[in-house]
């Protein structure tokens, strides 16, 4: 017998994050490493933890072993307890079939009886693509307050914008009247940021109906939402301030760990937990020289280094050069290369002078530049020029030049 | 001899009065050290890493600190169903000056665990070492007692630990205790010491009987009746007896091949983690030869220096050759040179101090300069 949770979360975690690229070829996007020694789905497991949100389901599909073995017990975030703590959660063979996770919505129905044991009242819909603190217990107060069946957090963004975004066109008082899915012409600037909190019983209702249909696509935004809407449910839209950014895309995800580095941006790293690697310190030589840069443990820093993150275990080699750069765990940078506007995935060889990426003359134009991004565990040989925009397959070895 | 049959046999407090400020509140073995760690760290590692299961730590006094590091031993892999670490404060209520009556006290302890052999090792060494080695060679010998020894030269003015002369199959002649310096390398023993457990009670419990309470002249007196040998620590090996040792150990973290040793990623150093962001080095930051942990915030200048989990070195400071230890807040434009600071320590805007090589400042826990 489980003891009764008021609020159980799921993290939806199964997409491919086809828009990272190479990054995300052998791992899931929420495991993706960011800002120095975390992964992404740290921010929404921490932002659980901290609004003592103590049942957590991670809704694994595309390459969960990274992301399995890294949430392991749950430990680091505390989610380790007795009668409740964190469940990754992948397909499952049943009596009546088995089916991989179809959509978003069907995800959640396929674990009904997860949810269901902690015999909820509210459930938290969450996405491991987000970077953002919140405290989820302010909207779970809106929540209550308007006697909602559904809360989509929204965050206001610049006009012209919002039409990259799902927009929700509200009255007043936050009620919703429509949905309107990167529209043309906005009618306001209040985007969904894919933070839903429901009405448990309502919430199970829809998804069971929702699965009945034929046509539909077992999808929050496509299928449940409108669905509840049509009906008439109580649907409400809180507001959040604060830092709030979608890493789906490689310049996504490039800008919110340069925003790290950016005093003007709110974003701290205070209590977001994640799992630490056993390393010893940082150690910088004489020769080096260091400046806005994040640098975790376990790295060895003999070269220059500006508007740079790296990660632990990283070694930047003599007279190299790395800006406005992000160097994934256990990388080498060899003597004399030269690392501009670059990803560097996990433990992959820069070779000596080797160049990667460009420094651009206009950062504003991106019809013009890229960020380059190299795959994990690649070598690229002595003297190698990787231009700009240019994206280099992991496990590979690249001898020549790549424009 | 398995590993799982060796009890590792700690002593928390080792030589603290040789370190009166470090260990002032806090045991030797918890002194911070090399940026993350506790001394202790390097102890606990080795023996976790060499297959040792159960591990029991003796503190004497002031060992908050202590527990508040090694808590359960879940940080060294010591706390599962099958292994375990234990910290025994004094049994009784008494604490004792010598080793022989500290090891009677915990008789409870050491006869109540099932293993047959026990490694005592002092807490104030910093080494990488695989202790399984030490138990090969010592079923090898056929040896009674095995004690770990490191060459090197004793400078005047450190303290003058015990040596030994062994012949080429390592068995030991001779013991000197505080022989007098030379500018010759000396085989040094700092305490760590494999022995059968049984033999061990029974020579403690011979020595209380006759009064005989030094176990320096106990251990020099056991190769006329038993089988010594002495293992060669070949790798880096720091004993923390003063301060000067301890300012040198830091220091010698600039050199690669001293972290490379001490930090061998196939038998790693553990410590209690803290869940610090990466530091962050800021636009007016300038930073040579130093060791940083993670939570720092370093907006001036830092070289030759040491710096622990969350400290923050504000515009303009310069910092040299110093010791930082965990959440100190150095101001801006201050001047700091030599000088070993301890935790939550503030040095206010434009104050300088200056330590010198062979005697660096220590400013306390919790000051406010």
Known sequence: MFPKQEVVAMLLAGGQGSRLGVLTKKLAKPAVPFGGKYRIIDFPLSNCVNSGIEAVGILTQYQPLVLNEYIGNGQPWDLDGMHSGVN??????????????????????????????????????????????????KMLDFHKEKNAACTIAVIDVPLAEASRFGILNTYEDGKIYEFDEKPEHPKSTNASMGIYIFSWKELKKYLTEDEAKEDSHHDFGKDVLPAMLEAGERMYAYPFEGYWKDVGTIDSLWEANMDLLDPKVTLDLKDVYSRNPMMPPHYVSSEAFIQNSLVADGCNVYGNLEFSILFSGVTIGKNVTVNSSIIMPGAVIEDGANIQFAIIAENTVVGKNA????????????????????????????????????????????????? | MRSNDVLGFVFADTLSEKIPELAASRTTA??????????????????????????????????????DHVGSGSAYDLSKRRSNLTILPPYGGKTFSSYVETIYNMHGYIESCREEYVLIAPGNIATNIDYTEVFDFHSKNNSDITLIYKKGVVHSGYERPITLEADADGKVKQIFIKPETCHEEVNQVYGTVLIRKSLLMEEIRKSLSL?????????????????????????????????????????????????????????????????????????TSNVKNSIIAQGCVIEGEVENCVLSKGVYIGEGAKVSNCIVMQDTKIGCNTNLNYVIIDKDVTIKDGRSLMGFDSYPIYIAKKSVV
């Open chain 2, 211 to 283: 009064n005989q309470l030094d176990i320096k002249r106990l251990i020099q007196n056991s190769i006329e009746k038993f089988n010594v040998y002495a293992f060669e620590n070949k790798g880096y090996c720091a004993a923390i007896s003063s301060i000067n040792d301890y300012f040198k150990f830091n220091m010698d973290l600039m050199k690669k091949e001293v972290r490379d040793e001490l930090f061998n990623p196939k038998h790693p150093i553990y410590t209690k983690v803290r869940d610090d962001a990466p530091s962050k080095y800021g636009l």
């Open chain 1, 88 to 137: 990754c959660l992948s397909p499952y063979q049943a009596v009546e079939g088995a089916d991989w996770y179809s959509g978003t919505a069907n995800a959640i129905y396929q674990n009904i009886n997860y949810i269901e044991r902690y015999d909820p009242e509210y459930v938290v819909i969450l996405s491991g693509d987000h970077i953002y603190k919140m405290d989820y217990n």
């Open chain 2, 30 to 67: 918890s002194v911070p050290i090399g940026g993350k760690y506790r001394l202790i760290d390097f102890v606990l590692s080795n023996m976790s890493n060499s297959g040792i299961n159960n591990v029991g730590v003796v503190a004497k006094s002031n060992y908050l600190s202590l527990m």
């Open chain 1, 355 to 403: 160049k990667v990426g460009e420094n651009p003359a206009d950062v504003e134009n991106r019809d013009n530049w890229g960020i380059t991004v190299i795959g994990a565990n690649t070598k690229i040989a002595d003297n190698a020029v990787i231009k700009s925009k240019v994206m280099i397959d992991s496990d590979t070895e690249v001898t020549g030049n790549e424009e």
